[in-house]
């Protein structure tokens, strides 16, 4: 007679492998299409190829990259459009502690604000590049008061601006809804001991409120800067393709210029390189604070 | 709608932020409202009066952009090219989630730790090298390779959005179906599925937002004439400045299915958004 002990965990053997044979379709297909590729990148980042020959020229093409004028001012453009994250998180604070007070229709509120982000970034750089060129509302109604018209797009600043008007208009809804989270999760008898204290609403907001979110404010911060540095390639691309000159390209926007330069694909693969390790560092960072945080 | 207010709040100042919420909304769906309005008029007549109301209205531009700039079939194809992505991805997502999140699988821990981090890689990583794979393997301006890209770009997030959601159902359920002894496919078919199903709702509702809403892939593996309604989209804008009523009406219709969407789901697709940002 067959020990049952043996039995159940001979099938319990049966049923992880059979577990490890479902995860395995989605493993394979990541470590194909997502892993590898990050390493064929960095292989690539070290030579000069057309993509069928490959000749090895060891950190070459990195040394280029950081010597290169070019990516220095496309940095600095990046950290110019670091403006829109203290813009955003003023605007997303501002709506989230007015939500939090529940008014009337707060929940419709709350699905408005949400509206830009079910559509894409290109579709919102579409919108508001139509809004602001030569023919678009803004200048019909620049030109209606009796104004000239702008040409937005054709003067760096001006187009920072726009596209920094079009993050924070984009994206705020969600980081309020993030904010508001983080101040439902705020023990609601303090706000009731302090009213009682005689505490006033600002005198709440500043001493109560906002210190107990601001691990949660952090954390936005950090996905913003975030966002800064890899996603705006949607905007830059359907708003600016770039220009004028470099004066709106982004390091994501430059890392899809210099990818299909004929020739060459290394610069643009170490290029994608440095941004991936940029990115990798500040997430790592963000993990680091968010959990000493959590600890204490 | 059950309205909780704030005890704590004056009741005197909650007109002002009522206001001032409600002028901030207008800021977001103002633009909208004036998008259909000028997609629904001729170039000349908004030109006349940008401003105003249009003096006729008229469906001319949704038919230019279906006759002439193949927005239709534009539409058609990312639909197909979402629905077969978003399909295959989440019944793998589904199944790797439920294996790594119930089961003590041979190297789960290494199997969940790398779908975790390969979340970070920006796609601007990816470009290149995917490009080549692809033509060496002939994908490069086929459907099934940009179909390939979405499902395995999207698989990090789907199988650690299931493999939250499965920890989070009730252990005792599925340990008694087990102890009945039904097997892994039986308990995951019949008890675990149907309890995640709101879960994997919403893991379709986003995955399809994003896939209809891509555009980096698109661009660099369809050849124009093959091409995608966002890409489409960002072409005409660049194209055509001078004719806002032709652009509003694109817009409109790339725009329609996402906040159709919203619409009939916004609850699920916040949760789930929140999600994404609670990682």
Do not use: C
Not at chain 1, 85 to 103: D, G, H, R
Not at chain 2, 114 to 139: D, H, N, R, T
Not at chain 2, 146 to 159: D, K, Q, S
């Amino acid at each position: 007679m067959a020990d049952p002990v043996v039995r159940v965990s001979g099938w319990r053997r049966r049923e992880r492998r059979l577990a490890l044979l479902a995860a395995l379709p989605a493993f394979l297909i990541v470590a194909a299409f997502m892993v590898y590729p990050v390493g064929f990148a960095i292989y690539i980042s070290f030579t000069q190829t057309n993509g069928l020959r490959y000749k090895w020229v060891g950190l070459k093409n990195y040394l280029d990259i950081l010597n290169d004028p070019i990516v220095r001012a496309v940095f600095v453009n990046n950290l110019v459009f670091l403006i829109s994250v203290p813009l955003l998180i003023f605007v997303a604070l501002l709506v989230s502690v007015l939500m939090f007070e529940k008014v009337r229709g707060w929940k419709a509120f709350r699905v408005l604000f949400f509206i830009p982000n079910v559509l894409s970034v290109a579709l919102i750089g579409t919108m508001f590049r139509s809004a602001f060129g030569y023919y678009g509302v803004v200048n019909s109604a620049i030109a209606a008061t009796g104004g000239q018209r702008v040409s937005f797009f054709t003067e760096g600043s001006l187009a920072i601006f726009v596209i920094i008007l079009a993050l924070v208009w984009s994206g705020f809804g969600y980081q309020s809804l993030l904010l508001l989270s983080g101040l439902s999760a705020i023990d609601q008898q303090i706000f009731e001991a302090a009213a009682l204290d005689g505490a006033g609403w600002w005198r709440r907001l500043w001493s109560i409120t906002l210190p107990n979110i601001r691990m949660m404010l952090g954390f936005v911060f950090i996905i913003n800067v975030l966002y800064t540095f890899s996603s705006l390639f949607g905007f830059i691309y359907v708003m600016t393709a770039g220009g004028p000159g470099y004066a709106t390209t982004t390091i994501d926007y430059l890392v899809f210029l210099k990818a299909f330069q004929p020739g060459n694909l290394g610069p643009g693969a170490a290029l994608a390189v440095l941004l991936f390790l940029f990115i990798g560092i500040l997430t790592l960072v963000q993990n680091r604070v968010f959990r000493l945080g959590k600890e204490s | 709608m059950a309205e909780e207010t704030s005890l704590l709040l004056a009741r005197k100042a909650r007109p002002p932020i009522f206001i001032a919420l409600s002028l901030l909304a207008l800021t977001v769906v103002y633009p909208f409202v004036y998008l259909v309005i000028t997609s629904l008029r001729s170039n000349t007549d908004y030109l006349r009066n940008p401003l105003g109301l249009p003096a006729e209205w008229t469906l001319h531009n949704f038919v230019v952009l279906l006759n002439a700039y193949g927005v239709g079939d534009a539409f058609m194809r990312t639909l197909a090219v979402a629905v077969v992505a978003v399909l295959i991805e989440v019944v793998l997502a589904s199944l790797a989630g439920y294996s790594l999140a119930r089961y003590a699988v041979p190297g789960g821990k290494l199997i969940t730790g790398a779908f975790v981090s390969v979340m970070l890689i920006p796609g601007q990583v990816l470009i290149i090298p995917i490009y080549l794979m692809l033509s060496k393997l002939g994908l490069v301006g086929s459907y099934g390779g940009l179909v390939l890209v979405y499902v395995a770009t999207g698989l990090p997030f789907a199988t650690f959005f299931m493999i939250l959601s499965y920890r989070s159902l009730p252990q005792d359920v599925l340990e008694a179906a087990r102890v009945d002894g039904a097997g892994f496919f039986r308990t995951y078919f019949w008890v675990a599925m149907p309890m995640g199903v709101a879960s994997t709702a919403t893991l379709v509702m986003l995955e399809f937002l994003g896939k209809w809403n891509e555009l980096l892939f698109a661009l660099i593996l369809l050849p124009a004439d093959k091409q995608l309604l966002t890409p489409t989209l960002a072409q005409i804008g660049g194209k055509l400045d001078t004719n806002q009523p032709l652009v509003s009406a694109g817009l409109v219709v790339t725009a329609f299915v996402p906040l159709l969407l919203l619409v009939a789901a916004s609850n699920y697709i916040m949760k789930g958004m929140g999600m994404i940002g609670a990682k």
